[in-house]
């Protein structure tokens, strides 16, 4: 992996110049600003009941597993910053990032208390499972690990986003709409890293991307009924595989301009007529699943 040490160290730069530009544009806010704590009530006095639920149970379900995604924020750290040095650009931005994930954590978790649309100790058990669970990435290598945080940063900005639509509440469409353009902000980092990898290694990278891509799977399906809790978020279109075939995959491609790179390798440029062809092969996909389930009601 030596020749990985010495393209994260040619990059150094890049990373330095994506964190200062991050920190320059994001704005700062506070989670405290964005909850209505005038309508929290005590659970003591008043137990919760399901009767008190204001939003959808599949808008609730796709908050739940938001948040219980980002609760697992510790795995995502060291997955990232175990691999690099502690005085790296890298591991001074994961730190920065861990933080800033971690806002969006309280600000749901907030929400859901006050607004009483979630059961409390169901969520807290959920929550316990699933950090005590952990994650295993998969993905060691770095370019590996920069192509598949790309992807995974701009699924996250889809999901928080489409959820506070959903929600039809406008303290949910505004704390979503607030933690979507952060995951936005975190999706322009990382997909700087692949470009500036790109720049030295191009066909290394479409490599990783038709070797991440083909196993693609948000780190969260460790939460406690994970397919029950996804099934629900497709039902109500927060995310689902034609989503994520035109609004992920599509997207990083098109940034990457996949389809005009040049001076790949022949296998590389086998590797991106795979990966130019998925979104495709998954909304067939789409299609197979909305018909199968159009037909039966």
Not at 156 to 163: A, G, I, Q, Y
Request: proline share 4%.
């Amino acid at each position: 992996m030596t020749e990985r040490h010495d393209l994260m160290a040619a990059i150094d730069g890049d990373i330095e110049a994506l964190m200062a530009d991050h920190i320059a544009k994001r704005p700062t806010w506070y989670a405290h600003d964005l909850v209505q704590w005038e309508i929290g009530r005590n659970y003591n006095d008043e137990p919760w009941d399901e009767s008190q639920c204001t939003i959808s149970p599949e808008v609730r379900e796709a908050l739940v597993l938001n948040l219980l995604t980002e609760d697992n924020l510790p795995y995502y750290h060291y997955a990232i910053a175990s691999g690099f040095g502690e005085d790296s650009a890298i591991s001074r931005w994961t730190r920065r990032w861990t933080a800033e994930e971690g806002q969006h954590a309280i600000v749901i978790r907030d929400y859901l208390m006050t607004s009483r649309n979630c059961d409390p100790v169901a969520l807290e058990d959920a929550r316990m499972q699933t950090v005590t669970r952990g994650w295993d990435s998969p993905w060691t290598d770095p370019i590996d690990i920069f192509v598949y945080t790309s992807a995974q940063e701009l699924a996250t900005r889809v999901s928080h986003r489409n959820t506070g639509v959903k929600a039809d509440d406008e303290v949910a469409y505004e704390i979503m709409k607030r933690v979507a353009a952060d995951e936005n902000y975190h999706f322009i980092f990382y997909k700087g890293i692949v470009s500036a990898m790109m720049q030295h290694d191009p066909s290394a990278c479409v490599l990783s991307m038709k070797k991440v891509y083909e196993n693609f799977n948000m780190p969260g399906t460790v939460v406690p009924n994970f397919r029950k809790r996804a099934a629900y978020a497709a039902r109500a279109q927060v995310y689902d595989l034609r989503i994520h075939a035109e609004k992920v995959l599509t997207t990083v491609m098109r940034d990457w301009k996949l389809e005009s790179i040049e001076g790949l390798t022949p296998e590389a440029d086998e590797a991106r007529e795979a990966v130019l062809a998925m979104p495709g092969n998954l909304i067939a996909r789409a299609e197979k699943l909305e018909r199968r389930m159009a037909k039966a009601g």
